[in-house]
């Protein structure tokens, strides 16, 4: 968080804030568009020049409805499909994989960054243990690196392997399609990716909390040690550390009030709430923070597009120096 000691740096960052919100955030929602915006000639261009250009993001509804998965796609399906399919699917007994946990040590609690524990099995027990929500573990699958196209190529031909005008738009085609589904308990911890992403709900729903990267300021960082949890499904839970690694994670959960308690400047950071429903899409641009929670049994597919490393990228290192983030 800014230091409230350095006055310049601390007025420049509120002048920041002043004139983002003024000419930029104006809107207090996420833009929505139809479909049919997106089969015009032009689109590419306009999609290009209004969102991307901008960093802006925007909603497509009905986006991916055209796409074979969005009739198909369920658990019942899989069953059916794929019920003996080897799967990665990430355990954890809190639901946040990649998320803050605290480990009781001999120093006392401390918070550390825990990566989820990856278990493979077939698919039809990954649906089992998702639907008996009496476990004390939450199951997820989300390990990406383009799991959909590598894991799941059976699947592909129910989807489309790019999003032809974002692929135009950016020049470039997707350097990973991912695949996700989980419980509803399962929630993404807030962060930011290096990616031009275009998020695809294809059964069930997605609620995103999106904080632009000009708000960094008042999104509150701090240094971690690294674990991994181990044990998770036999009740002998823990966290294994990672000897003397670190890593810079997002402090604050949004969802937690007594956080907001804790990290009073996180008010001053805008936030946009937005469900993405099934067949629709959201862009969400680089460098955005997002925290996402779903419906149970959710399944949705992403397209990361490198992001540019641009002048946009150079001003954001430079606001995450000034603000101490």
Known sequence: MCDKTDNKVAEALEVLKTETSELIHV?????????????????????????????????IRGGCKHFPAVSKWNSRFFLEAIPNKEV????TPNGYA??????????????YFV??????????????????VSKQYICYIQKQNSNLTEDFSELMCDVQSEIPWASKAFDKTPDAVNFWMGDARAITSMHKDPYENIYCVIDGFK??????PT????????????????????????????????????AIDPLKRNHHDKYPQFKNATQYKVRIKSGDCLYLPSLWFHH??????????????????????????MLKRLSGS
């Open 207 to 212: 609620d995103f909390i999106l904080i632009p």
């Open 115 to 132: 990566m989820p524990e990856e278990i493979k099995m077939p698919m039809r027990e990954f649906i089992k243990k998702m639907d008996d």
């Open 215 to 250: 708000d960094l300021p008042y999104v509150p960082y701090k240094t971690y040690p690294v674990g991994t949890y181990k044990d998770v499904m036999n009740k002998k839970c823990f966290i294994e550390d990672h000897k003397g690694e670190k890593i810079e994670w997002i």
């Open 88 to 91: 990665t699917v990430a355990v």
């Open 98 to 111: 990649d998320g803050l946990a605290t480990k009781t040590t001999e120093k006392g609690k401390v918070h």
């Open 27 to 59: 809107c207090p929602e996420v833009p929505v568009i139809n479909v049919n915006e997106t089969l015009k000639a032009d689109w590419p261009l306009r999609f290009y020049r209004n969102f991307v250009a901008k960093n802006y993001p925007v909603v």
């Open 292 to 317: 996402v929670k779903q419906s149970h049994k959710c399944i949705a597919i992403n397209y990361w597009y490198d992001m540019d490393f641009d002048v946009k990228y150079c001003y954001f290192n």
